[in-house]
């Protein structure tokens, strides 16, 4: 057995009931603050748990905020404000800065005909703005000021050559006026084959209800007179990219279609691609700014489809990928070319 030990066996038999019943009150009060675990640098404890409680007063009653802020506020008021050490007087302590002057040497004394002195004696600060300009000193004025000057053949600007640089003044440009086209009377017209009505434009208009353009898409597979299809910003999905793609199988007289500007998938757009190739007729489609990449299968159907129907002379759409962009700029040269050809003969 080791010493410890053997220190510890003179402890097992005492009586710890015995021992407490012998102390005294503040004996029992300052072993309940010894045995109290306390942590002072723990942050998630409370503050009543990081240290021990020392006070000895009763306390005075419920907590009263209003008087304590009174009484917060007076005892700041009743202290006396600090005296600075050094107490200011508003006086100016030194000298200013005056620039000396630089005495021109004779040999760098230009001297001008009394005509010319006379004339820039008596210039103004725009006629100064434009001499400096036509001499070249573009660092002594802004950008507008020097361009105004060397590009115009009279005296423009308004400013000295020491004004605050200020931005353009633009003209402000007025929204784009509503799309005023009437769905259902231009759905009449589709469907009665009207010989008057070349173009159907239906652009940013967001409200038109999914049935009424699968109608207005299935009145356009009997019509011939109408030569352009725009749907631009319609809102339009998938289901009207079927019902569009129907149309193309149908229809023999479209030449422009532009579906930019939509909701149209990678499905939507794959079926009109396929769909432009069974139409002879298309020559511009533009299916560019949608919702979401279509990703590379597509734009490899788009090269495809180019390079497949010579009578698209236009397409809109911005490929990221290097391989469709060169395959399909050059079926778009060759298109063109065959397309001048033809009206050569």
Known sequence: ??????????????????????????????????????????????????????TKKSPTGPLDREALLQYLEQQALEV??????????????????????????????????????????????AEMCDIAAILGMYTLMSNKQYYDAICSGEICNTEGISSVVQPDKYKPVP??????????????????????????????IQDIPIPMLSELCEAMKTNTYVRSFSLVATRSGDPIANAVADMLRENRSLQSLNIESNFISSTGLMAVLKAVRENATLTELRVDNQRQWPGDAVEMEMATVLEQCPSIVRFGYHFTQQGPRARAAQAMTRNNELRRQQKKR
Request: proline content about 8%; some cysteine; glycine content about 2%.
């Open 1 to 54: 057995m080791s010493s410890y030990q053997k220190e510890l066996e003179k402890y097992r038999d005492i009586d710890e009931d015995e021992i407490l019943r012998t102390l005294s009150p503040e004996e029992l009060e300052q072993l309940d603050c010894e045995l109290q675990e306390m942590d002072p640098e723990n942050m998630l404890l409370p503050a009543g748990l990081r240290q021990r409680d020392q």
């Open 80 to 125: 006396k404000e600090r005296d600075d050490l050094v107490p200011f007087t508003g006086e100016k302590k030194g000298k200013p800065y005056i620039q000396p002057k630089r005495e021109i040497p004779a040999q760098e004394q230009i001297t001008l005909e009394p005509e010319l002195e006379e004339a820039l004696a008596h210039a103004t600060d």
């Open 175 to 204: 929204d784009e006026p509503p799309n005023p086209t009437n769905i259902e009377e231009m759905l009449k017209r589709v469907r009665s084959n009207d010989k008057e009505l070349e173009e159907v434009n239906l652009n940013n």
